[in-house]
Every structure is written in C-alpha cells, then in structure tokens.
C-alpha cells in the first residue's frame, strides 16, 4: 500500500517562507512524475509545481518564489516557498505518479493535504 505523508504547512506573515515535504512509502517500484497541487476555497485545484526526469514546470504565479525540489533516494519532494502572499492561501496536495512493479501501470496518488495560511 502506497502512503504519501506531507508535512511542513503552517500559519507565516506576507513574505515569509515555508517549507513543505511529501515522503512516498510503501509498495514502489518506481515514481515518475511528483509535484504539489494547491486548492483555495471556492477554487478548483491547480498544479503548483511538478518535476519529472529532470524537467521542472511552475505555475506562473509561483515562478521566482517557489522551488521544487526532489530526493529519489528518500521517495520524497519538497517545496520551498518564499516571499509568500496571501493568495498563496490554500490547501496543498502532494502528487505522485507511481508504478508498484515492473510491468505494472503507472497510478496518480495524492497526499491528504496540508494547509497553508499567510496572513498577517
């Protein structure tokens, strides 16, 4: 059974930085894909940041603020957020496409979520 546990979420101050990290335990054989999705209230999910095989791709409101970053060793990927802004309020979800075995397909699986505030 595959787990993705994120941590790192919290209540900062306009232009004060977070650190966010999902861990991916369990029955894996490989992972391609991994990024954080984030979802406001009254808003539709969408994709943060994303990493896959050395390419990177950003959301263009993040662009220059947020770095994802990725440890294949530890199954885990992280988001480093500065200059953080009060519409970066949201609930941000860990991403993972993950392949159990050799020949099996590859899933999407997501993290519960954790909860990110800016306000002063």
């Known amino acids: 059974q595959v787990q993705l546990v994120e941590s790192g979420g919290g209540l900062v101050q306009p232009g004060g930085s977070l650190r966010l990290s999902c861990s991916v335990s369990g029955s894996i054989f490989s992972i391609n894909d991994m990024g954080w999705y984030r979802q406001a209230p009254g808003k539709e999910r969408e994709l943060v940041a994303s990493?896959?095989?050395?390419?990177?791709n950003y959301t263009d409101s993040v662009k220059g603020r947020f770095t994802i970053s990725r440890d294949n060793a530890k199954n885990t990927v992280y988001l480093q957020m500065n200059s953080l802004k009060p519409e970066d309020t949201a609930v941000y979800y860990c991403?993972?496409?993950?392949?159990?075995?050799?020949?099996?397909?590859?899933?999407?699986?997501w993290g519960p979520g954790t909860q990110v505030t800016v306000s002063s």
């Open positions: 991403h993972a496409e993950i392949r159990a075995t050799r020949t099996s397909y590859l899933v999407d699986y």
């Open positions: 990493t896959s095989s050395g390419s990177i």
